[in-house]
């Protein structure tokens, strides 16, 4: 496994010395930023307006957060941009399968925050205008062609050659396209989902995206992609350094939100990561699956139990795994470490799966899917609790009560 994680043909630290200035610069970008937020969300009085079901801080919180990650993931970026483009000029540098030969990693990484930029736009949209479910995945498809511009997209070929099947190109690009969709959508909806208590979504997307780069280090140490590995390595060091830069003002007791545009930008980088580990197929393509444990476990909880229990898909509820831990007692910092503590079990578990075979990192991941779903059953997680009862039966779902006109009110937990 060692062997794997260190290649011979350059050392961690030679890579490292390269673009390890893209994380302090992101963190501090997203450090200061975020107070501005802040301040502007106080004066504009973009407030999140507590609740009694899905909403239960104590009082109006400044949203706008996102706005801050966005200010230092871009910071990152780029410096990783003029790094790549003085490095390897317009041509970029020499292209390995699974990409067009007319997208140098420069550009792959404009393309990149382009998109990344895109969605956070239609989550601040959703924060200040309350949008529609529909017209959010919308957004969020429009900003996944921006990955399709750039020609990122799953190595299917090379997935059918592993089976010794060979396909069309137009087959394949039929494949890729719908894929590319439902990454992205699945995770940026995922993180949204996830963003419910403070500090949750955030430091999991730390641990995830810290674990996406040692996983991007490794294949950098063996040369595995002259594009793929320094357009990973970016994205992953500006991800991480913005997120633990907003951490500080977002850790319980939250001055701030990162409403909808911080998760959907969040969710975006972690999908184009998942993406682009599949422009060659391995156990490095299963291992971020498993790295993204937490938030696609959560999303399946919430989404099964709503639909064993008959209620609407999109209505937001108490469904989640957070909110099911703190109706049973647990205070908000005793949920966020579990919830930290499984991310990084997940993460741990990816990484030991990248070194093995590809077969094996597959039986891996089926493995820790059906731990999963036992531990979900045995901890009787698809069960309404007393709580969801009580409130089920003094909020009824129809009719619907009108009320006067109050300022719009926006949920950290999102639909």
């Known amino acids: ?13 030679q890579i490292l010395q390269q673009y390890w200035p893209i994380f302090p610069v992101a963190f501090l970008v997203s450090l200061l930023a975020t107070p501005v937020c802040r301040r502007v969300a106080l004066r504009l009085g973009v407030l999140d307006m507590p609740d009694d079901t899905v909403k239960t801080h104590s009082a109006p919180t400044a949203y706008l957060g996102g706005v801050g990650i ?38 792959i990484l404009a393309g990149i925050g382009f998109g990344a930029a895109l969605a956070c736009g239609v989550g601040l949209l959703d924060d200040l205008l309350d949008i529609t479910p529909w017209q959010k995945l919308a957004g969020q498809a429009i900003a996944a062609c921006a990955l399709i511009a750039v020609g990122i997209k799953p190595n299917v070929a090379a997935a059918f050659a592993y089976l010794n099947i060979q396909i069309h190109p137009a087959l394949e690009l039929a494949i890729a396209l719908p ?26 997307t730390a641990i995830v995206t810290a674990s996406f780069m040692i996983l991007a280090l490794a294949l950098a140490t063996w040369h595995h992609s002259p594009v793929g590995d320094p357009v990973r390595l970016v994205l992953c060091l ?32 972690c999908g184009t990561l998942m993406l682009l580990f599949a422009e060659k197929i391995g156990a490095w393509t299963v291992a971020p699956l498993i790295i993204f444990g937490l938030p696609i476990l959560d999303t399946a909880v919430a989404l099964v139990r709503r639909l064993v229990n008959k209620r609407p898909l999109f209505q937001s509820d108490r469904g989640h795994l957070y909110d099911q831990l703190m109706d049973r007692g647990s205070s908000v910092p005793r949920t966020v470490a579990i919830c930290y503590a499984l991310a990084a079990l997940y993460a741990i578990a990816g990484l030991i799966a990248s070194a093995q075979r590809l077969r094996y990192a597959l039986l891996t991941f089926i493995l820790i899917a059906i731990i999963s779903a036992y531990a979900v059953a045995k901890g009787r997680f ?34």
């Not at 496994?1 to 630290?13: I, K």
């Not at 894929?179 to 999991?204: P, Q, W, Y």
């Not at 830069?245 to 969040?266: C, Q, T, Y």
Request: charged share 10%; proline share 8%; glycine share 12%.
């Open 382 to 415: 698809l069960q309404l609790t007393t709580l969801d009862q009580d409130k089920r039966l003094s909020n009824p779902p129809s009719p619907r009560k009108k009320s006067s006109p109050t300022p719009p009110q926006h949920s950290q937990t999102p639909d």
């Open 1 to 13: 496994m060692l062997a794997f994680f260190f290649g011979d043909q350059f050392s961690p630290l």
């Open 179 to 204: 894929l590319v969709l439902f990454f992205i959508l699945g995770a940026t909806n995922s993180l949204n989902l996830l963003d419910g208590i403070d500090g949750l979504c955030t430091g999991v």
């Open 70 to 107: 966005l200010a230092g993931f871009t910071a990152g970026i780029l410096i990783g941009f003029f790094m790549l483009f003085t490095e390897h000029g317009p041509a970029g540098g020499a292209l390995s399968g699974g990409w067009s030969i007319r997208y140098p990693d420069w550009l």
């Open 238 to 269: 500006a991800m991480t350094g913005a997120a633990l830069g907003f951490l500080p003002m977002n850790r319980h007791p939250a001055r701030i939100f990162m409403g909808d545009a911080g998760s959907m930008l969040l969710g975006f980088v």
